[in-house]
């Protein structure tokens, strides 16, 4: 403890003051294990290392909106079997986010798209990217109010910046002007530059028509969909088998009764 004191200084002046919270340990080790200076030393900055390494992991996904429970260790893959595990494990390797490719999920409602996109955007943060979550309406409404006050521009290199931008739910909501023109601007600008994920329960076919404008559309989703993983997944929603769940609590509740 007396050398922990002595060294207080020192070390917050380098920055190192994370040091003091394993230093006691360490030294305990040491001498029961009979460490040379070097290994002593080792350790310590091998303590620190992992120490900042967590540090900037929990800042990048608090600054991706990412929810912390929705990893791939926390995914039932066996609740729909029709979902590749295989191809959801080598998109965790994030290969695609190296590559600048997209990642497209389409299904119906309650089938797990939106957990699989957290959950690579938590493996992308766990490699070093910057990750970014948005519902995809909600962004379209952020951008269209940058053009009252001029910051237009400065919200759209909001969604430019991170390596992966995760767009949730697209085509769940209608797409009003200027909505179109703007996630045009948004896959353009990160066309060969950042990579997509972006989730759907509507069909790959159906998505021309959200844009109104033909061209527009074409220009957009060809981009979008270069050299772009797609999975389609089918099968039960989760929620659903909540909610028959919980029908059947309270049947059995009213049935005590």
Known sequence: MELSHQLIPQLKLLRLSGILDTLE???QEAIKGKWTYTDFLLRLME???ERRTQKQLG?????AGLNASKTLEGFDFDFNPSINRQQVLHLAECDFVREHRNVILCGPTGTGKSH???ALGQ???RKGYQALLVDTDKMLKHLNGGRADGSWE???ATYLRADVLILDDFGLKPLS???PEDLYDVINERYEQGSIVLTSNRAPAEWPALFGDPLLASAGLDRLAHRAEVAIIDGDSF???DRRKLEKEVITVADNA
């Open 47 to 49: 303590d620190e290392v």
């Open 239 to 241: 929620r659903a088998k």
């Open 123 to 125: 493996e992308a943060c």
């Open 154 to 156: 400065r919200r759209l």
């Open 177 to 179: 002007t200027p909505g």
């Open 59 to 63: 800042l990048r996904l608090r600054r």
């Open 116 to 118: 699989l996109a957290q």
């Open 25 to 27: 340990r360490r030294q």
